[in-house]
């Protein structure tokens, strides 16, 4: 996913109540048996964490598995200055958030388990020059530059596998969105991943784009689950319904099944998520502008519940479904009229009460919500 800072805003709006749930579910794909939701304790209910400035507590992990979650995602950078550039700078101590230093990953870690949630540590990479650069578009000008990255990208990773060896992370995705060489460079990336499995003992997966790189990678067979960064548009319009986002579904998921018998893999999304703003399932890669707190943008905090219940009620039944994290979970509470009101967070807005529920394997109930602005 791109990465833009996230927008600062607080809008005063009238409360309303909107139901989520507008009858019984729909019934499930014909690719496998119907589960109550959320029945498979092998999935993964997860959230993306967010790196702390400062130490967090176990009081936070308790609060996180209160909702039914088991897996967090963690996320260490490595710092690359150009999309040609073949280095790769590790900050893993030293002019980084505590959460995001080896120390801060680890003690995160020890906090989860202690809640009985589980770690997956996903590195990713930071373009620093270019405002909004994207690591799918790193490309290298040269077959020795080529081999110099790989020999940088190799040693980044290497550093997180041994610390997610050393604490016991029970996952690691040996990256995210780097489509420039995944599906050009397959070799490469076999011989990392040959690398990394003799530091580290713990499943592995990668984190691949849902545009255009999921469904071409060809060394699926050397990971232990398919993993989708899975920001598909589900509408054209703003405030879709329920059953316009379901059926924005239609197509990928037609996609993701053909991976799926293809690869054998689960399949877990490593990342999924919605703005509360009426456009957030239209393209919902896209991050809060900072222009958006001046222009007056709305909240719609029921199109982001919907965008919810519509992934749960698409996936969650289906037998090959292994999981999702959540984008994104902060260390602090209170977001949904704070500063993260348009942002991505479930927390403290009716998607969080979607999220949990069908964690928790029950049905979703009717949530009170804020309807949009006008």
Not at 358 to 368: A, E
């Amino acid at each position: 996913m791109r990465a833009r800072p996230p927008v600062v805003a607080c809008i005063a709006l009238a409360a309303g109540v909107v139901w989520l749930a507008a009858g019984p579910p729909l019934a499930p794909s014909t690719s496998g048996p119907s589960t109550r939701p959320g029945a498979a304790p092998e999935r993964q209910r997860g959230v993306c964490w967010v790196a702390g400035t400062r130490p967090i507590t176990a009081q936070q992990m308790r609060l996180l598995a209160a909702q039914h979650v088991d897996w967090i995602s963690q996320t260490p950078f490595g710092w690359q200055r150009g999309l040609d550039s073949p280095e790769i700078a590790i900050a893993s101590q030293d002019r980084v958030w505590w959460g995001e230093s080896d120390s801060g990953l680890a003690a995160t870690a020890r906090l989860a388990r202690e809640a009985g949630i589980r770690t997956l540590l996903k590195p990713h990479l930071w373009v620093t020059a270019g405002h909004g650069a994207w690591t799918g578009e790193i490309a290298m000008t040269s077959e020795e530059a080529w081999r110099a990255w790989f020999a940088s990208y190799g040693e980044f990773l290497l550093h997180y596998a041994r610390l997610a060896e050393s604490e016991g992370i029970e996952a690691l995705c040996v990256g995210t969105e780097l489509q420039g060489s995944t599906l050009s460079r397959e070799a490469d990336w076999r011989r990392l991943i040959a690398q990394v499995r003799t530091a580290y003992h713990g499943k592995l997966t990668y984190a691949a784009n849902w545009n255009r790189e999921f469904d071409q990678i060809r060394f699926w067979d050397a990971l232990d689950f398919v993993g989708i960064q899975a920001y598909f548009p589900l509408a054209e319009r703003d405030a879709p319904t329920l059953a316009e986002l379901q059926g924005g579904w239609a197509p990928h998921l037609a996609t993701i099944e053909r991976v799926q018998r293809a690869t054998g893999k689960p399949i877990v999304f490593t990342e999924i998520g919605y703005r509360s703003v009426p456009e957030g399932a239209i393209r919902p890669w896209e991050w809060p502008d900072r222009r958006d707190a001046s222009v007056g943008a709305r909240s719609d905090l029921a199109t982001q519940a919907r965008a919810y219940e519509a992934f749960f009620r698409t996936f969650w039944e289906l037998p090959w479904f292994a999981g999702a994290y959540f984008w994104k979970w902060y260390p602090e509470t209170a977001h949904s009229e704070g500063p993260h009101t348009l942002d991505f967070t479930p927390q403290d807005k009716p998607a969080q009460e979607v999220m949990s529920s069908w964690f928790g394997g029950t049905p979703p109930t009717p949530v009170k919500t804020q309807p949009p602005r006008p």
